[in-house]
């Protein structure tokens, strides 16, 4: 076994890894970036060393800087978790060049796999299924809109070099065909440094069934499957294992499958073969179709290991450590179920749009699995993907282990920053899931249910009021007197709207509140504020903002009257960027003729793509940005005409 290992990552993976290093006595070398410096999984590792600026490229992307943090700390292997450079094969070289050790697969099989035309002409040679399309070379875009038309609408178009749902876009009609061969050659672009594209059929009531797989280089075996298929725009959101509906001849043939890829690449490690497998009448042997195989760990491997009991970064460890495979194919179980939900910052109602901010307080839940890199006071950064955690459960059923999914995200407990906690605990209460009726499409069907605003009570007003004047502390000065109860007047704002309450306290413990037409009884009672006789939610406060932790999180702000008059001086004709990012493109004019809806420039954050459309009609009187600008939140980018009266 190693003695020291450097882990070429950042955040929850990288503190995840350290977790099972330090476990089996191994020390663990973090690197961190400039806005790393105090991150978790620097405070994780036995030692640290800076790499370089904030942006990936500066840092976590420089393979050179974090090989020679490995030899200067006398680490012995690097483990390159998940994203960044760990399934770069030129890493991979650099590294074994250095005398190190990488944890994970040998660069030829990283790069046979990487290419995802090329690796579905090898899997097919291996007698794994692939789904119809075109996997060549000629990128002319008439060739390949032939091509889509020759396989059939719909079809995907896919970045051979790409994951993670970046470079993929659905064309169901011919005429948008080339639009959207352009919008994703460029996310591929970006994303991968290869705009190279390939065509694919689309599965009609797809579902993403994937297979962990291990070897040790000459054999492998599988760890049974996962279902991935509840996903929006292709990125996964809740996962699941075993599949439900799983069969055992379905089983036993997508397990053969995936064990047949991993050995016709010698693969060596952690890898997901992940396979598309038409939902449409049940699942069936002959149903599935191999898409890509991924040639690191997963994000969602942990409920691989709540089903089998296997630690799979401790097998990464030993196995390249060269120690023998830990269990043969007939020696690991399944037992039981398990899911994991991945939790963001990131602004449902506004389309997913990734947050940022500072976490005043986080809380996770004791009866689950929380596997995080951010604590309390840490910042989301615009630079890296804004996870908090991923939360994981199990239990001896299916039903079992998603009501404890349930309980587990009502009792987290996030503020400071908005997240997707209350669209998560939507999809757990989705009768078609619950059930086990899950598809790709199931998020983009009912997405209008699943992520409608939370409303306040007025109780839940009345405590953020309570809160917002410090009347929740034992022992508060109310200005309570013997004649008449002291009143109180603070102003709220919720989601743009302000409201105003009013407060009369009868003593520390007891208090009314007024909103509108409403009046709430609060008092506490053996330490426990209740309110209108039902106990209330937890609260936090951070200088203005009040967090109740009820409904998901509602987050509340308070607000000076004199700022009241001047909060809403916006006049609706400014184009805004709505998070940190970079100007892709900018497609306005000045004097520019605009519709509603009409594409004026893209920003591009966290790696993916943003349009900004034209909320109404009108005539471009100033464009305030340019083509490769980096803009923070709430820039002004385009300034429309003002209406005529």
Known sequence: MFDKILIANRGEIACRVARSARDLGVKVVAV???????????AAADEAVHIGGSAPAESYLKGDRIIEAALKTGAQAIHPGYGFLSENPDFVDAVEAAGLTFIGPSADAIRKMGLKDAAKVLMEAAGVPVVPGYHGSNQDPEHLSGAADTIG?????????????????LVEDPKEFAEALKSAQSEAQTSFGNPDVLIEKCIQKPRHIEVQVFGDGQTAVHLYERDCSLQRRHQKVIEEAPAPGMTAEMRAAMGQAAVRAAQAIQYKGAGTIEFIVDGSHGL???GFWFMEMNTRLQVEHPVTEAVTGIDLVEWQLRV???????????????????FEARLYAEDVPKGFLPATGTLAHLSFPA??????????GDAISPFYDPMIAKIITSGPTRAVALSRMKSALADCQVAGTVTNLRFLSALCAHPGFAAGQVDTGLIGRDLDDLV?????????????????????????????????????HVALEFDGAVCDADIRSFGPDRHSVTIDDATVDASSIAGRWMLDGV????VAVNGNLITVFAEAGLGFTRIDPLDVATSATGDGNLIEAPMPGLVKAVF??????VQAGDRLAILEAMKMEHALLAARDGIVAEVLTETGAQVEAGAALIRLEAEEE
């Open 535 to 538: 106990p209330a939610p937890d």
């Open 284 to 286: 069936r042997p002959d």
């Open 452 to 488: 409608q605003q939370a409303v306040p009570t007025p109780q839940h007003l009345a405590l953020a009021a309570l809160a917002a004047l410090g009347l929740l502390d034992n022992g508060a000065d109310t200005g309570f007197t013997l004649w008449d109860p002291m009143v109180h």
């Open 367 to 376: 009866g689950a699995r929380s596997d995080s890199g951010v604590r309390a």
């Open 153 to 169: 609408y719909p079809v995907l178009i896919k970045a051979v070099a790409g994951g993670g749902g970046k470079g993929m876009r």
């Open 320 to 338: 390249a450590a060269g120690e023998a495979m830990p269990l043969t194919q007939d020696e690991i179980p399944l037992t039981g179920h398990s």
């Open 32 to 42: 961190y970036s400039d806005a790393d410096a105090s991150a978790a999984h620097v």
């Open 588 to 593: 306005a004019e000045a004097g520019q003729q």
